[in-house]
């Protein structure tokens, strides 16, 4: 079995859309102005994930994120070895870069 997914919302960010307690109304409240507040520490029932996965992909200002290692839509993104991690050595010798300023 998967671990559950876990979500946390920004308050900062959003803007009162109220879509997320159209979608998702065990998980999110709107407070008397429209902002919406989470219910509960984030953690959503595996029934559930299809709702809380629809009110975070709607949510016009992205105020809602997923928290872990998953990637879009809750799927684990591909291990990546490390050799294919690093940065680039990168060398001002072939650079075309300007390097002075010209008014």
């Not at 998967?2 to 960010?13: A, F, G, N, V």
């Not at 520490?41 to 629809?54: I, L, N, Q």
Request: aromatic share 6%; charged share 25%; glycine share 8%.
């Amino acid at each position: 079995m998967s671990e559950p997914m876990k979500i946390k919302l920004d308050r900062t960010m959003c803007d009162g859309f109220g879509i997320c307690a159209k979608h998702a109304p065990g998980y999110f409240s709107l407070d008397d102005w429209g902002y919406a507040s989470m219910i509960g520490d984030g953690t959503v029932a595996e029934a559930d994930r299809d709702a809380v996965m629809r009110a975070l992909l709607d949510c016009p200002v992205h105020a809602i994120t997923e928290l872990g290692e998953h990637g879009p839509l809750g799927q684990r993104s591909p291990a990546v070895s490390p050799e294919e991690a690093t940065e680039p050595k990168l060398t001002s010798e072939n650079s075309e870069a300007i390097t002075e300023f010209v008014r």
